[in-house]
């Protein structure tokens, strides 16, 4: 099979409300859709969300990235035929390894293409993601996050996910009233709930040492990008200097981030998510390098993403063998309108059960597409 066209959508759908960071405050989904086209008229779609402060990317240099760089590499070219999970590397071959001027990676518009090549691939001979990654467990558990924000906002969330069964449970920090807030959730939940903490790169060395040792009455699971992407040898004496285990996140884009925190031993945990790594075959490597080293992984998500990245992520999730903790698949729980009616959102417990339909396992609604897309671009 070979491509003969593609399409790309600029999303812009509104969140129910506020989600909140101490990097950013987000009131809309802002992901960039690839959708892909053979001869044979087989459609495949995929997304990527841009993030600044993570990867650099934008919505608008995506797009000029994909159009200019990625998509002519591929056009007319004859994709692999997938078999197993070691195919994947052969589909992520065909996207060129070019480096935008300013950015840190092109990873956001990778994931996008490369999950556009797969959707389409597998439709195409009528195959599922799950047949390619082969699911180790039957369902995927997922976790709640309460965002930043007043004691009140809190206490209602904390409420919601209570009512809701869930097990795992991550709190954004990196606030002034973060003791206060951590003290008041854990009392809410009592000791049988797991809670884990995510900075943001907020705090400085001194600042997370304080704030950690400070939490620690509070039986953190893990503190998730406390420092700013920077040396990694400042998470390796946060390591030594808090019993609070580390994540890395914003630190962890690149294999080579991957290879340079393993080496010096700097983290407990990395969060792997699809749209950050670039796409599902170097999410899959760099899990299976995390493995290697005995390092634990979450299968995060970007916030916002749509149901395309949130199968993406189910379909990881199920096929690692051990992840610890999972997050995303909210679906119209934070969009207002997600962009397929087939059921991603999480349920009661967090449970949600692997996709087995063609592709990815959802149906992609091109009228919602259009409908949300603030800006639509045609490549041929």
Known sequence: MRLVSATIYALHIPFTEAFKHSAKEQTFCDSVIVRVQDEAGTAGFGEGVPRPYV??????????????????????RELPVLGDEADLEALDACIPQKEIPGVLSDNASRAALELALLDCTLHRYNLSAAQILRPRRQKVIYSGVITAGSLETTRQHVRQMKLVGLKHIKVKVGMEDDVARLKAIREALGTDISIRIDANGAWTLDQAITMLNALVPFNIAAVEQPLARGPVADFKRLKQATPI?????????????????????????????VSKCGGLARSLAIARRAAHAGIRVQVGSQVGETAILSAAGRHLAAALEEVAFVEGS??????????????????????????????LGIRVLEDRLRKYARKIVELS
């Open 55 to 76: 990867t650099g990317e934008t919505a608008d240099t995506m797009i000029e990235h994909l159009a200019r760089d990625l998509w002519p590499a591929v056009v007319d």
């Open 245 to 273: 285990p580390l994540m890395a996140d914003e630190s962890l884009v690149t294999l080579a981030d991957a290879e340079e925190l393993i080496t010096q031993q700097a983290v407990d945990y990395f969060n792997i998510r």
């Open 330 to 359: 909210y679906g119209s729980l934070l969009l207002t309108e997600d962009i397929s009616t087939d059921g991603v959102r999480f349920g009661h417990r967090g449970e949600a059960l692997i996709l087995t339909g063609p592709g």
